[in-house]
């Protein structure tokens, strides 16, 4: 019951701070759409057209054409008037329009009235990457709505990631895997009410059932510029290959390890005198930085689908 009271606090704080420096200042909002569509004439001019007519101001504008291909992507940012545009009818002109023009893709977002992302975190025994999203959560720096934390490592009550779920009202899911049970029918049931999922250093494969069952996209976190260094150990991997520049992968779970297409690269140079600590620690920093930076993008609706293994990120 603590649990609960702290995570319905800790969620009403963040839903009046987002309404006070909103609605209750300003009927102005910010929205973002994107686009996909068949390319042809007039796109832009028809999108252009339908955000001024309601009196909105356009921020900024991405369009992305592929030159082998009749495919057009756009990213638009602009800011409306509520009183004079209602969110629903905002919905309903952009499906006016991508029903237009056979759009494959016409998803607007307010972040200020529309809900947050939901998510739920997996986890193994590092901390690292958890820690970090954690944290950039508290500073309001990440926009989504923690559900659970799900991890196959037990973390003891004095740890400091379980004081800070406490605080917080987050549950905490240990779910010990053995060869051949990997508890991912009890994980589809917590992660049943979450947009999306992020490994953040899970070391469990996720089975082929798995992702079709939960059916929305996975974010995950990898050591290093992909395809290179798959599978386990990875730093250990990149160190005794001598290399010289290491770097951070965040990208789309599929089936195949380590292979769906990528949201975001880091990189970072290393020498001949970084030993295995001190390499390892640069590592763990791009992972970070990596992580959050894809789960930003994506909420901010920046990355499209492109191609089979590719991305669009805006």
Not at 109 to 133: E, F, M, N, T
Not at 194 to 209: C, E, K, N, P, W
Not at 307 to 313: G, I, L, Q, S
Request: charged fraction near 25%; aromatic fraction near 10%.
């Amino acid at each position: 019951m603590v649990g609960a009271q702290a995570r319905a606090s800790s969620s009403l704080r963040r839903t009046l701070a987002r309404a006070f420096s909103s609605s209750s200042i300003s009927p102005f909002f910010h929205g973002i759409h994107v686009f996909q569509c068949p390319d042809s004439v007039g796109i832009v001019a028809r999108l252009s057209e339908c955000i001024a007519s309601r009196g909105g101001n356009i921020h900024c504008v991405d369009v992305f054409v592929p030159e082998d291909k009749q495919i057009f992507y756009s990213r638009s940012e602009f800011a409306f008037d509520s009183t004079r545009w209602p969110r629903d009818v905002l919905e309903s002109d952009f499906q006016k329009i991508g029903k237009h023009f056979n759009a494959e893709r016409s998803i607007v977002r307010v972040p200020d009235l529309d809900p947050r992302y939901k998510i739920a975190v997996l986890a193994s025994k590092q901390d690292h990457c958890l820690v970090d999203l954690l944290y950039r959560w508290q500073e309001g720096r990440l926009p989504v709505d923690i559900n659970c934390i799900i991890s196959n490592h037990p973390r003891t009550s004095n740890t400091h990631v379980i004081r800070f779920l406490e605080r917080h009202g987050i549950p905490y899911h240990y779910l010990p895997t053995a060869l051949g049970n990997k508890r991912e029918q009890e994980m589809l049931e917590l992660v049943e009410d979450t947009d999306f999922l992020v490994l953040a250093r899970y070391m469990q494969i996720l089975s082929g059932g798995f992702l079709q069952a939960y059916g929305k996209d996975i974010i995950n976190i990898h050591h290093g510029l992909l395809p290179s260094f798959k599978g386990g150990n990875p730093s250990r991997q990149a160190f005794e290959a001598g290399v010289k520049l290491i770097g951070a992968t965040s990208h789309f779970v599929t089936e195949e390890l380590d292979a769906g297409p990528i949201i975001e690269q880091m990189v970072e140079r290393v020498s001949h005198k970084d030993n295995l600590t001190s390499f390892v620690m640069k590592s763990e920093n791009l992972e970070k930085q990596c992580l959050s930076q894809a789960i930003k993008s994506y909420c901010e609706l920046r990355v499209l689908p492109y191609e089979n293994r590719k991305t669009v990120v805006f």
